[in-house]
């Protein structure tokens, strides 16, 4: 059997500070195949962007591992771990920041072209005018030459994405790579991500706090939703979206506003108990959920943290209730 391109086995990441030890992300199991799109979604601070360095590669997990291929990353060196380093690209969120100001677009993208050994000469020019036009930045020649100053947040995130592609990627993870820009040209870069992802075979994770961004990127993917640190839902998009199983999920939903007043009336709803969000100093006992879930029952989710459960149609949800709900028309149907 194939083992997935990349994966997360139960990956959990700590610090400690002053105030106390916090656990951004706990026990995270992903597992991605070959050119699959994914999106991660949650509120700030809820461990997403944590999740994307540790799969990136650029943080290295507390507990748990991130395998490529099969083989641990963590056990690799040299060339083996090189080639991990070339095959997973991180896009950044800011765009005005993870480009260098004192670099022309051209050295910008001839630096990995080098490193790499892809191309020299007349052959990166041609690489780059080629990678420019691929990013919708017309006439290329124009852009070779110009400085991160001199681009808008569009074209600059055009260019790291640029970047990203000069090593031929099978992974790229893309950290909130549109909140920066103008909601104007959002749809046009998730366009570009999703029609470059397809085109080059490349597995794309999005991470987003915008659940609306994350369904439109995903429409033929996937979402995880993550609250505290923790996968609460991993299913396909569409059932996700109109049928959510966990209460925040449907809360996250509930809340993406639509145009047809039909479609807002038709929604699932829940009512949270309190807005406030639990500190990761002093995260509740059981289900870290429960103090702001109306599905909470006393002496179990305040006790028991649940574990992802599998229910039918590939979705996952860590839920005691919504997994008891849903199991049994499973086993009704044979499941198991």
């Keep these: 059997m194939t083992p997935p391109l990349i ?27 070959e050119s699959e799109t994914i999106c991660i ?5 809820c461990g997403k962007t944590t999740t994307g360095r540790m799969l990136a590669g650029l943080l290295r997990p507390s507990s748990g591992r991130l395998l490529f291929e099969g083989a641990d990353v963590w056990e690799k060196k040299g060339r083996d771990l090189a080639r991990f380093r070339r095959a997973v690209q991180l896009v950044h969120q800011d765009p005005y920041a993870s480009l260098n100001p004192t670099r022309t677009v051209a050295q910008t993208l001839s630096a990995p072209l080098a490193k790499h050994n892809k191309a020299h000469g007349r052959a990166a020019r041609a690489a780059m005018i080629s990678l420019l036009e691929r990013v919708g930045l017309t006439p290329p020649a124009d852009f070779l030459l110009k400085y991160p100053h001199q681009l808008s947040g569009g074209q600059r995130q055009r260019v790291s994405i640029a970047r990203a592609l000069t090593v031929d990627p099978r992974v790229i993870v893309a950290d909130e790579a549109v909140s920066m820009v103008d909601v104007s040209i959002r749809i046009s870069l ?7 992802a ?3 075979h490349v597995t794309t994770v999005l991470i987003t706090h915008d659940l609306a961004v994350a369904r439109y990127f995903a429409r033929k993917g996937r979402i ?8 609460v839902e991993l299913a396909d998009t569409e059932p996700l979206v109109s049928d959510p199983a ?10 993406i506003p639509e145009a047809d007043p039909a479609i807002t009336r038709s929604k699932k709803r829940v009512s949270l108990k309190g807005a ?10 059981g289900c870290v959920f429960h103090p702001r879930c109306p599905l909470s029952e006393p002496g179990l989710c305040d006790v028991v943290v649940p574990v992802l459960g599998d229910l039918p149609g590939g979705r996952s949800v860590a839920c005691h209730v919504a997994v008891r709900e849903r199991q049994p028309a499973a086993e009704l149907l044979g499941v198991r």
């Design 224 to 231: 995880a939703v993550m609250y505290l640190g923790r996968v």
């Design 7 to 33: 994966e997360l086995d139960g990956v959990s990441r700590t610090y400690t500070t002053p105030a106390g030890t916090i656990t951004a992300v706990d026990d995270v199991s992903l597992s991605l195949g």
């Design 198 to 200: 397809t085109e080059f």
């Design 190 to 196: 998730l366009d570009l991500l999703h029609n470059l």
């Design 246 to 255: 966990h209460p925040y999920s449907t809360a996250l939903i509930a809340a």
């Design 276 to 285: 406030e969000v639990p500190s990761l100093l002093n995260l509740p006992p």
């Design 41 to 45: 979604v949650g509120e700030s601070g």
